[in-house]
């Protein structure tokens, strides 16, 4: 799905700032309309400085992406309100293709928009999300990202997201693959249907990590790939952390019936954990 719509919450902190810079680094397109949206907690709506205030910050948000992204088009926009709710109302209303929010926002009595809402956007927004982090790259360093694979269609759909994007010459993009296997105690015709639905998804995963490859080397970008007997988002952490990843991308949702018993769906908890920016593909 090519991206032209998106919308990013913002605050005014300094995680909302990061959110900002970290668009240098997304691979979005310059035709892009975007939203820079702040929510006035109900709590603030007698507070006309804390409201003029984030008035400013929002206006001063426009004009630095509009600096990075000359091409976009942005607007910013004032709403009032519970901000995770109405950020995704806003989404929805706005058909945004991708939500942009920084990992923490404001927090105690004064916040004025984010707070710890991210969470909120990874798990009911419609649309895909990015947990946006800025971390310190070391000048002209290649952009690397990570694509979560399980052989689920939410993992396709973060494949063909990382293909699409206009990324530049020279970056790099991992494949992750974690061959978990969980010990149960069971009796032997249970083992033997695990042993073979384990067999089955591994020849599928591995179809899709080969076609992957072919599909982002076409793309442009250097490609490699990582598949280890570890717990999936241990592995996705891990690697990101020790590859210096700008960017995880993982699908929404994992796998389904009894592959989601043994993989879980990680995006959660990998948008929670990472040092880096993760995108939650839908």
Known sequence: MKISRVLIAYDGSECADAAVEDLRRAGLSEKVHAVILSVIENNLLEEPLAIGRLEFLAQRASARIRSLMPAWSVEPLVSFGSAASVIIEKADEWLSDLIIAGSHGRTGVRRACLGSVSQKLAHEAHCSVRVARCPAAEPGAPIRLIIGVDGSKG????????????????????????????????????????????????????????????????????????????????????????????????????????????????????????????????
């Open 155 to 282: 993992a396709e759909a973060a494949i063909d997201a990382v293909a699409e994007r206009q990324w530049p010459r020279g970056a790099e993009v991992r494949i992750v693959n974690a061959s978990w296997k969980l010990s149960i105690a069971a009796s032997e015709h249970i083992l033997s249907r695990l042993a073979d639905w384990d067999a089955g998804e591994n020849a599928r995963i591995n179809r899709m990590v080969e076609s992957a490859v072919e599909q982002l080397r076409a793309a442009g970008l250097v490609t490699s790939v990582a598949v280890k007997e570890e717990e999936p988002k241990r592995l996705l952490l891990s690697e990101a952390e020790s590859w210096g990843a700008d960017c995880v991308f993982v699908g929404a949702r994992g796998m389904g019936g009894f592959g989601q018993c043994l993989l879980g769906s990680v995006s959660s908890a990998v948008a929670a954990r990472a040092h880096c920016s993760v995108e939650i593909v839908r």
